[in-house]
């Protein structure tokens, strides 16, 4: 055998294995993230697949209803033509987020104002406690006639799996 020929056995050798390998490893199970959630579902978004879960399919309440039923409810009125993105929304003192510890906020200034896009935004990616209770105040004049017209709008979807009328009182009345 030539020295040439060897090295071409060689090549094809290490090229063939390296081939092997990254098929084994391609195919290899990949490992859930340990987390100290009660249940999560990771899923990627070009196809659906759901990649690692944990109790995915276990009824559990969601842990800011009353931001879900305004965002809802913002998204609703947007929709229907009720609410333009860049309106402004006033930040009134009520709503306006004092900045402790224990609050989620979107922190905009007190009697300032912010786009309804932008509250929106404040409420789903901030869970930003301010920017729900100034949308409330915007939409229907105050934190108590926001909470009658979620009720309202929880008996008419009475669809959603895990929302309850008993659920959402309670919800409110944190909010109330």
């Known amino acids: 055998m030539t020295v040439k020929r060897v090295k071409n056995q060689?090549?094809?050798?290490?090229?063939?294995?390296?081939?092997?390998?990254?098929?084994?490893?391609?195919?290899?199970?990949?490992?859930?993230p340990e987390m100290d959630n009660t249940a999560y579902v990771l899923m990627d978004?070009?196809?659906?697949?759901?990649?690692?879960?944990?109790?995915?399919?276990?009824?559990?309440?969601?842990?800011?209803?009353?931001?879900?039923?305004?965002s809802y409810i913002i998204e609703q009125r947007l929709a229907s033509g009720d609410l333009k993105e860049d309106e402004q929304v006033l930040m009134s003192p009520n709503a306006w987020c004092r900045g402790?510890?224990?609050?989620?906020?979107?922190?905009?200034?007190v009697n300032k104002t912010a786009s309804v896009i932008d509250m929106l935004r404040g409420i789903i990616i901030q869970s930003g406690n301010d920017a729900s209770k100034a949308m409330a105040e915007h939409i229907a004049g105050s934190e108590a006639s926001f909470a009658i017209?979620?009720?309202?709008?929880?008996q008419k979807k009475l669809a959603w799996r895990t929302l309850t009328l008993s659920m959402l009182l309670v919800c409110l009345m944190k909010v109330i």
């Not at 978004?45 to 305004?70: D, H, V």
């Open 10 to 32: 060689l090549i094809q050798l290490v090229v063939g294995v390296s081939i092997s390998m990254s098929a084994v490893v391609a195919n290899a199970a990949i490992q859930p």
């Open 45 to 70: 978004y070009n196809t659906g697949e759901i990649l690692a879960q944990k109790n995915a399919n276990e009824a559990l309440p969601p842990a800011s209803l009353t931001k879900m039923m305004t």
């Open 149 to 154: 017209l979620m009720n309202e709008q929880a």
């Open 100 to 109: 402790s510890s224990s609050q989620s906020c979107m922190y905009v200034p």
